[in-house]
């Protein structure tokens, strides 16, 4: 099966379903990223682009894909709709996951939107968390213990984003960790990573 994480900015897709991901690749299905824009606004823009390269590696991404877009400036826009479904169309994808709306961060909101209109003929659809989602309801998990420590493998390799966040002097490890320890309570195992599911194909 062929799956897209959709992302607005490096590191946005190993926080929200790099778990989800590295379960994926370790069966042999094939992972495929969207980046919608350079992340600048956090760093040198070839930083973060070689860093985000970095992480496919270590999570086992097929290859990843850019929108070409400034921080802060992705749009709402017919112009990324097309972008995005000419991803799709190249590689099929059977599940797509992609930040939530419900987010403080316009380029979040205006990827979800975007991708909504995309993705509208992919049979799995879902939403997934990073720090500046709001009012998350999730209803689907996946257990990640057996690959937390590659979910945050990912998110190291992302070294210019290493220094504390605004979220209380937290480092984006501890925030991962953190929010992985607590979707694991609400599942009932160690670790997981939550979604908001739109469609959810299963096959029994």
Same mark, same amino acid.
């Given at each position: 099966?062929?799956?897209?994480?959709?992302?607005?900015?490096?590191?946005?897709?190993?926080?929200?379903?790099?778990?989800?991901l590295a379960k994926y690749a370790k069966k042999g299905h094939e992972v495929y990223?969207?980046?919608?824009? *350079?992340? @600048? &606004?956090?760093?040198?823009?070839?930083?973060?682009?070689?860093?985000?390269? *970095?992480? @496919? &590696?270590v999570l086992g991404v097929r290859?990843?894909?850019?929108g070409g877009y400034l921080d802060?400036?992705?749009?709402?826009?017919?112009e990324l709709i097309v972008q995005l479904e000419a991803v799709i169309r190249k590689i099929g994808p059977r599940m797509i996951f992609v930040n939530s709306p419900d987010d403080t961060h316009q380029d979040h909101r205006h990827l979800a939107q975007c991708a909504?209109?995309?993705?509208?003929y992919v049979p799995n659809y879902l939403f997934?968390?990073?720090?500046?989602?709001?009012?998350?309801?999730?209803?689907?998990?996946?257990?990640?213990?057996?690959v937390l420590d590659t979910k945050l493998a990912c998110l190291e390799a992302h070294h210019s984003q290493m220094a504390k966040t605004n979220i209380e002097d937290l480092t984006i490890l501890e925030l991962a960790r953190s929010c992985a320890t607590f979707?694991?309570?609400?599942?009932?195992?160690?670790?997981a990573e939550a979604f908001q599911s739109v469609r959810l194909l299963l096959n029994l």
């Open positions: 099966m062929n799956i897209l994480a959709i992302g607005a900015h490096p590191d946005d897709i190993e926080y929200g379903c790099g778990g989800m990223l969207f980046v919608a824009s *350079d992340g @600048a &606004r956090g760093g040198d823009a070839e930083v973060r682009r070689r860093e985000q390269e *970095d992480s @496919a &590696r290859d990843v894909f850019w802060t400036e992705v749009p709402l826009s017919r909504s209109s995309a993705t509208r997934y968390e990073v720090p500046s989602t709001q009012n998350f309801a999730p209803n689907c998990s996946t257990d990640i213990a057996d979707r694991g309570i609400q599942a009932r195992v160690k670790y």
